[in-house]
Each structure stands twice: as structure tokens, then as C-alpha cells.
């Protein structure tokens, strides 16, 4: 009985060992595609972060060149002139028009540090450095030699008979701020046809001065009717 | 309870049956069966009654509504509706997170105010206000409501359940505690 | 040996153990109950199996609404093995569920319930309402964002039960809010009154399958006859029934066993359930899901007309119920075969769409808006491609009036309204105006929210939604149409 009990025992101690080997091995491995991630939501600021925030909050108006109805941000064009103050200052008070405040004191969803992050966390995804030649806000300039640019070099395209559409439509200029003109013409929207500002257009093979580009937007806000200011 | 018919066989107590001694025992059984039925129904109920009560105790609501600061009547800007967080009044010791509750303000102009249950009037999911379109959304089966609270689409039966409100020394007060309800039907 | 032969001897002369379950074990089963009677015996290893999990999570789990979210996040991330018990538990329960809705499904098409079986039946439904149970506090126990609300959703449905409705609530949720007591309610339900309720009932149930028997394969022609069927039964079995061990148990055992590594299979992969986001009901960025046994519920309740909602979230069940427990005395007797009751056949057909069909449903939501399409999914390249200034101004309306929360655009959106790729097709730019305006149709009127401007600027974008809306070759030169504003040409 005695040789008969050791070499039973010794056979289930054996398979038990193993099975629990296997067991451990195998259950407590947590590279199991079923387990659940240790890792929690990505830091402020980081680039998953700024992505998720961007995607969930600003792409459904701000997208890639070729998509998205408002200025797009995956694109390099707006970073060269939109310094990280404007873009702050922007999100947070919102654009008039359209933009929507995005403070939470302005009933939007962020607070004011994860606004600073959002812009810096953006600029190093798309951007790079601004330009510096010219200003991201908008300062009125001389409305009746911008008349002169617009027929040279805007009209034929966005006049009243032009091609791709009027900017002077009575209802668009009511919708959009002088600030909000001053983006697009400085931006352009290269993918749908629109150059830069500082790219070649019909009778400026290189592009805008700052001052006409002023120019030209102050005529185009006096055609609004009733005159500045632009708000729906 | 389980009564059942007592032991009718003589084994196990030692007694030797028979005659009028017979009758005596049967008579005292049927004594002791009673006596023995009523305790059991006695001690029952008396037992039973903390229990029910234990068990009822949430339906007395020995807590009650109070008056609640959602804070300073400048986060409330007039023509704006925003969202506000608050402590349940009502309270139990194990809540945690669970007693922070949500709410909207809707100012319709200065010293008028409008406040909103974040409870969908459907089933109670957390609808959330959409400024632009000026619509209050739910995400769970759609119910949306227009900017002073009143049924828009989908399938919610009233507008959004609202608190009374009241300011004092510059702060917007509500009437806060029970999850809103049909009780608050308007 | 010797000792070892003695003591089972002495065992089973002081407890009857062996006696208990040797007819469990050797009592015949008809020869015809093949692969279709697998499905109660897995219905009984999943609820085992629940069992066995859940009382390791009952070692770890904090039953307190200020902790609970936080142990079982520590019980996935940091106890061994703890987030495969979890997935366990979670999966074994669906499964459970399945494995129950077929049983059911077969012995109702068989007509197994008729007599001597009834209570069987009965008793089985029971089952049913009690695992339905364990599976909605069974996703209370997570207490996140999802038990939450859940239970926001229960109580507004208690809450509507005419007169005691409100009372009822509070008792259901432990007081007038969703709070520490109402988990502890719940936390007794899952762990103590519903699993003590399933074992009594299980233990009812196999108790009612070894007095009457396995019943035989239904065979068109032999109808039940109560005044002859258990003779008859008796008779047959004695003359042509098998042992349950091994002749039917071993296909209990197969198909039991493909199930649990099925099981561990699908735990290993797809992880645990939850817990989603904390349960801080001021974070009102949710989208608040039941678990899949209550899809069908969940969808239901979306589509419920709101005239008669009330009525039918609390009376249906009640009638459903009522119906499942009248089943075997409408037809006590008579035939088994599915092919000679077909109105039973399509009864049960009925059923099994009609909760797929609402599953389906709830799994789409259709009619849930997509929070946050308005500034997450942007205007598709198609439908900004060659649009005026006024357009594309038509398209930021679009997004900045969250109509894209409701409406589709190049597959992206809201289900809620209609898809408005090609709506142009289908409206007017008058009738655009007037739908937006006014609402319609379970459209909300937007009139007093958008200006003149905004108006003109989204009509002419959803003007141009044509599928043979021409993009221009090249930009500049390419003829567009007009925006349909009345543009007065401006002094130039």
C-alpha cells in the first residue's frame, strides 16, 4: 500500500504543480488582450491629449485643407500669422459670428489653463512658428484703396458676377466679423482654390502687402450693409 | 410560520395511553397547541415589526427638501443659461460622489431666473444644453427641450422638471433634494 | 484502501448522501432527448460558475457608494487575476441569460410544459424573472456612470406607477435620491435575497425534473394524455429509457465543456465590463447604456409613442409575465410537435424578432443625437468643395446649430432626422426655409434661434446637397450657382 500511495501522490502532486503552474502562468498574465489598460486618460497637453480634445471639441468647423467649413487648423497656413495669445484669446471670448466662447465662465467646456494648453498642444501638432509679418487681429485699414485691390485681385473670382461665389452678399457679410474676414483672406483655403494672402492672385503675382490685405478687408466690411460689425 | 398538526404518535414521551389520563393529555395538547400557536404569532409580529419598519424606512423621508446656494448671481449672466453644481441637502453617510448633483440656470434677465432638474422629464438621464441652437438634448432617447424648458421633440411627456428659486445677499438659492418626479408634475 | 472503503461506508450510512444522488444519476431518460436538452444544464454551470465569481468579488468588492467604483478599479488593476474574475462574472452572465432564453425558446416550441410538468414551467419562469433581476443589480453593483443613470431610468419608471408611484421609488432607491443606500439595497438583492431566491428555485426545479422526468421528444400523433401519461411514460421508460449517466450526461458534459472554455475564451479577450466613469453625476458627458439583456428594453421605450408609454412600460410587463405563467394551463394536453401547433410556432417566432429586432434598435439608438457631432465630425470635402462664401457660411451654421447632432452628412451625424446628403432633391429652398423655421416631424423650430442671415446662409448650403451638384473642375473659372438670398448686387 505504502509504494502504491507514494507513487499516487507523487503523480497528483505532479499534475497539480503543473496545472497550477499553467493556471498563474496563464490567468495572471495580464498581456491577455481582455485586460483592461493601466493607463488612464492621457496628461493635459499631452499630443493624445490635445488630439482627443481637438477632435471632440474644434474639428467639426476647424479640419484639414480640404474638409471642414471654417478656417482649418490641421494645416500649417493659419499657424504662420496667428500668434498663440490670439488663438488663446479666440477660444476663450469667441470670434463674434460663429466661434462660440469656449470658457467655462463663458458656458463653454474648458477652463482657462486647458485653453493655453489646447493652443500650444495644437501649434506643435500642425503649426510650427508664427511668421511675425503680419497680425493676427484685425486693424481697420483705408477702405477706398482696398476697393482698387478687391477689383484687381478679388473680383474676378468674388465679385457680384464672380465665379466662385460673391463676398458681397448682403446675408454672408452680416454673418461674418470684420476679425473673422481678416482670418480668411490672411488663411485662404488653398485645397478649395482661395490663396493665401501672401500668395500669388490675379494681378499680384506675389500676393498682398499687410496693408492692402487691410485695405481690402475694410472695403469689404463697408459693403456690409449697415456697416461694421458683423454679428448675426 | 409552519404550524403543524402535532404529533399525533406516543413514542418518544414515555406516556402509557388510555383512558380518561388519555382524554386529559389530548385536551392539554390541544391547549398546549394553542398556547404554543399564539406565543409563536405574538413574537412574529412583535419581530416583525422592526423589520417592516427597517425595510419601509425610505418611504417616510424623514429628510427634507432645503434651500441650497448655487452661488454668486454673476456666474448667471442675464440671457445665458449655464450649468451649476450643488451638494444634496439630503444626505446618507456612504454617498461619496454621488450626492454632487447638477443642475441648469437659465437667466431670463436680471432677478429672473429659471432653474432646471438635469433629469430628463422621460426617464432621467442628464440632458445637456446646447447654446447655439438654444436646445436642451438628451442622450438617451433623444427628448429635447427648447431654452425655457418646454417639451421641443422626442418622446419626453412635460417640459424639464424645474426647482423654485430665490436670491439672497447676491446668491441664487433653489429648493433642492429628492430626485424631481411626477410629484413635481406642473 | 481498507480505511479509505470504510469511511465512505460509514459516511453514507450517517448521511444517505449516496442513496440522494444515485437515482440523480441512474434514472432513466428517454432514448430521444438528445442534443436539444443541453442547454438547461448550461444555463445551471453559468449560474455555478456566477456563484463561484461572485463570491470572490464579494472578498474585494466595497459595497459602498463611495467606494465601490474605487475597488473594483483595484480589483482590475491590481488584484491577480482579479479583472478575469470580473470578466467572468460579466460574460458568465450574459451567457447565463442566453443559455436560459434557448432552454426556454426549446421547452415552449416542445411543449414540454404540458402536463404533469407545469410547475416545472412555472417554476422556470421564476427563474427567468430572478436572473433578469440579478443581471439589471448586477449592473448597479458597478456603480459608474451607467449604474447611475440606469437607475435614474428605473426610478422614473417606478415613478410613473399611478398613486404609490413616488413611495415605491423611494423604497426602491433607498431614499429620495440615488445614493449610498440605494447601492446597499441593491448590494443586498445581487448577493443575498436574488441567489438565495435561484438556489431555492433551481433546487425546486431539478426536484419537479426528478418526479416527473425528462420529457421525450415530441412526435407528431402522440399527444399528451393526462389520464394515461405518466403510466405510459413509466412504462416507456422502464422498457426503453437510458441512464441520465452516462448516455445523456455526456452530451451535458460536452456541450457544458465547449461552453466554459468558450467562456474563458471570450473573458481572456474581450476584459471585464466596466466600470465606465466614475459616478459623479455632475459629470453630465455620458451616454448612458443598459447591458445587453436589456437592449430590447432600452429600445422599446425609445420608440413607445409618449400618448401611451406610461401605459405600456408598466402594464406589458406585467401582461408578459402574467401570459408566460398561463402557458402551460391554455394547453394543459394534447399535441407536442411544433408541426402541429403552429400558432404556439409563431408565437415563439414573434417573440425572438421582436426582441432581437428592438436589441438591434437599442444597439443603433437611432433616435439618440450625436452629442457632440456639431463639433466633432466635420463638413465632408464633397459638400465644401465649390460652394460660395455664403454656402460654406451655410455650412458653419450647420455645424454651429448642431443639426449635425440629428442629421447625417456624407455618412457622418445623427440618425435621428434624415440623412441630408441629397436633400436638395427632396425640398425646396422655400420649403428648407420653412422646415427649419418652423420644426415638424420631431424637429425641433428653430425660427427664434437663427437670424435672417443665418437662415439664408443654411438654406443655401442645404441647397446645394444634390448628388449631381457639379464641383467645379478647377477654382477659378468654373460657372456656380447663385446663392438663392436675394444677393442685391453691391456698388462697386
Known amino acids: 500500500m505504502t509504494p502504491l500511495f507514494s507513487a499516487l501522490s507523487s503523480v497528483i502532486a505532479r499534475r497539480w504543480l503543473a496545472s497550477v503552474a499553467l493556471l498563474v ?66 477660444t476663450t471670448n469667441g470670434q463674434g459670428g460663429l466661434m462660440p466662447a469656449f470658457l467655462d465662465e463663458n458656458g463653454g467646456p474648458f477652463t482657462a489653463d486647458e485653453i493655453a494648453a489646447l493652443a500650444r498642444g ?36 468674388h465679385g457680384p458676377t464672380g465665379t466662385a461665389g460673391s463676398l458681397l452678399d448682403p446675408s454672408y457679410l452680416r454673418l461674418v466679423s470684420d476679425q473673422g474676414l481678416w482670418a480668411s483672406t490672411l488663411a485662404g483655403r488653398k485645397a478649395l482654390g482661395m490663396p493665401a494672402w501672401n500668395e500669388p492672385m490675379p494681378g499680384r503675382p506675389s500676393g498682398l502687402t499687410p496693408g492692402e490685405a487691410a485695405d481690402v478687408v475694410s472695403w469689404i466690411a463697408s459693403q456690409r450693409p449697415g456697416g461694421r460689425g458683423g454679428a448675426p | 410560520m409552519s404550524e403543524g398538526p402535532g404529533h399525533t404518535g406516543c413514542e418518544g414521551c414515555g406516556c402509557t395511553g388510555g383512558g380518561s389520563s388519555g382524554n386529559r393529555r389530548a385536551a392539554r395538547r390541544g391547549f398546549m397547541f394553542k398556547l404554543g400557536g399564539g406565543l409563536m404569532g405574538v413574537g412574529a409580529l412583535l419581530s416583525a415589526l422592526p423589520v417592516i419598519g427597517f425595510v419601509l424606512g425610505p418611504v417616510r423621508r424623514t429628510q ?48 429672473k431666473y429659471q432653474v432646471f432638474a438635469i433629469n430628463c422629464a422621460h426617464l432621467g438621464c442628464p440632458v445637456r444644453w446646447f447654446e447655439q441652437s438654444k436646445l436642451f438634448l438628451c442622450p438617451c432617447h433623444g427628448g429635447a427641450y427648447y431654452e425655457d424648458g418646454s417639451r421641443a421633440a422626442g418622446p419626453p411627456p412635460r417640459g424639464l422638471f424645474e426647482y423654485e428659486w430665490k436670491v439672497e445677499q447676491g446668491a441664487l438659492l433653489i429648493d433642492a433634494g429628492r430626485l424631481p418626479g411626477m410629484e413635481d408634475s406642473t | ?49 456566477q456563484v463561484v465569481t461572485g463570491v470572490c468579488l464579494g472578498t474585494m468588492y466595497a459595497p459602498s457608494a463611495a467606494e465601490a467604483w474605487q475597488s473594483l478599479r483595484y480589483i482590475d488593476k491590481e488584484v ?135 420529457s421525450e421528444m415530441p412526435r407528431p400523433g402522440a399527444p399528451v394524455r393526462p389520464a394515461s401519461y405518466k403510466k405510459e411514460y413509466e412504462e416507456r421508460m422502464a422498457r426503453d429509457g437510458v441512464p441520465f449517466h452516462p448516455d445523456a450526461s455526456q452530451r451535458d458534459m460536452i ?59 408598466l402594464v406589458t410587463p406585467g401582461v408578459i409575465v402574467l ?14 410537435a411544433p408541426s402541429r401547433r403552429p400558432v404556439m410556432v409563431l408565437a415563439a417566432a414573434f417573440a425572438v424578432i421582436a426582441i432581437a429586432s428592438l436589441t438591434w434598435e437599442g444597439l443603433a439608438s437611432r433616435w439618440s443625437p450625436v452629442m457632440n457631432g456639431w463639433s466633432a465630425l466635420p463638413t465632408p470635402a464633397q459638400f465644401v468643395r465649390g ?69 439664408d446662409a443654411i438654406v443655401g448650403f442645404l441647397s446645394t446637397l444634390t448628388p449631381s451638384y457639379e464641383t467645379p473642375a478647377a477654382i477659378p473659372g468654373a460657372m456656380l450657382p447663385l446663392p438663392i438670398s436675394s444677393a442685391e448686387p453691391a456698388p462697386r
Open chain 3, 80 to 214: 491577480p487575476a482579479g479583472w478575469m474574475i470580473r470578466a467572468l462574472h460579466g460574460w458568465s452572465s450574459n451567457a447565463m441569460v442566453v443559455m436560459m432564453a434557448i432552454h426556454m425558446l426549446q421547452v415552449f416550441l416542445h411543449a414540454s410544459y404540458k402536463y404533469p410538468r407545469e410547475l416545472n414551467w412555472i417554476t422556470g419562469v421564476c427563474l427567468l424573472l430572478v436572473v433578469l433581476a440579478l443581471a439589471f443589480t448586477g449592473q448597479v453593483m458597478r456603480w459608474d456612470q451607467d449604474a447611475y443613470w440606469g437607475l435614474g431610468i428605473g426610478a422614473s419608471i417606478t415613478d410613473r406607477i399611478p398613486v404609490f408611484g413616488s413611495q415605491i421609488r423611494d423604497l426602491l432607491l433607498g431614499g429620495p435620491i440615488i445614493g449610498g443606500e440605494t447601492l446597499n439595497r441593491f448590494y443586498a438583492l445581487h448577493v443575498f435575497i436574488l441567489p438565495g431566491a435561484a438556489i431555492a428555485l433551481v433546487g425546486l426545479h431539478m426536484a419537479l425534473i426528478m418526479r416527473h422526468g425528462i
Open chain 3, 387 to 455: 460652394r460660395t462664401p455664403l454656402e460654406m457660411q451655410g455650412a458653419v451654421v450647420f455645424q454651429f446649430a448642431q443639426c449635425r447632432n440629428c442629421h447625417a452628412l456624407g455618412g457622418s451625424g445623427g440618425q435621428r432626422g434624415p440623412a441630408l446628403d441629397d436633400v436638395a432633391t427632396r425640398f425646396t429652398p422655400e420649403q428648407l426655409t420653412r422646415q427649419v423655421q418652423q420644426g415638424g416631424g420631431n424637429m425641433p423650430a428653430y425660427g427664434k434661434n437663427l437670424s435672417r442671415a443665418q437662415m
Open chain 3, 323 to 336: 401570459a408566460l405563467f398561463l402557458v402551460p394551463f391554455l394547453g394543459n394536453a394534447g399535441e407536442r
Open chain 3, 255 to 313: 456541450f457544458c465543456g465547449v461552453c466554459l472554455i468558450a467562456l474563458v475564451v471570450v473573458a481572456a479577450i474581450y476584459g471585464p465590463f466596466g466600470p465606465g466613469g466614475e459616478p459623479d453625476p455632475t459629470l453630465i458627458d455620458t451616454n448612458p447604456r443598459p447591458d445587453y439583456p436589456f437592449m430590447w428594453l432600452f429600445g422599446a421605450v425609445s420608440l413607445l409613442p409618449p400618448a401611451s408609454e406610461t401605459f405600456v412600460m
Open chain 1, 122 to 157: 495644437m501649434r506643435t501638432q500642425w503649426g510650427g512658428s508664427v511668421a511675425g509679418s503680419i497680425a493676427a487681429t484685425y486693424t481697420a485699414g483705408n477702405a477706398v484703396a482696398g476697393g482698387l485691390v478687391f477689383a484687381q485681385s478679388c473680383g474676378s473670382c
Open chain 3, 1 to 49: 484502501m481498507r480505511f479509505l472503503a470504510g469511511a465512505l461506508a460509514w459516511l453514507e450510512s450517517r448521511s444517505g448522501l449516496g442513496a440522494f444522488i444515485k437515482p440523480l444519476m441512474s434514472h432513466h431518460v428517454p432514448r430521444s432527448a438528445t442534443w436539444w436538452y443541453v442547454f438547461g444544464s448550461a444555463t445551471l454551470m453559468f449560474f455555478v460558475i
Open chain 2, 64 to 111: 427634507k427638501n432645503q434651500w441650497v446656494a448655487l452661488g454668486a448671481l454673476a456666474k448667471f449672466p442675464p440671457g445665458a443659461t449655464r450649468f451649476a453644481t450643488y451638494m444634496n441637502p439630503i444626505q446618507q453617510p456612504t454617498d461619496g460622489e454621488s450626492i454632487k448633483t447638477a443642475c441648469w440656470v437659465r437667466c431670463i434677465s436680471e432677478g
Open chain 1, 25 to 90: 502562468s496563464g490567468v495572471a498574465c495580464d498581456r491577455l488582450p481582455g485586460a483592461p489598460s493601466s493607463s488612464s486618460a492621457p496628461p493635459r497637453g499631452s499630443p493624445q491629449w490635445t488630439l482627443a480634445t481637438f477632435d471632440t471639441h474644434c474639428r467639426g468647423c476647424h479640419s484639414m485643407a480640404d474638409e471642414g467649413a471654417s478656417i482649418p487648423l490641421m494645416d500649417r497656413s493659419y499657424w504662420t500669422f496667428a500668434s498663440d495669445a490670439h488663438v488663446i484669446d479666440a
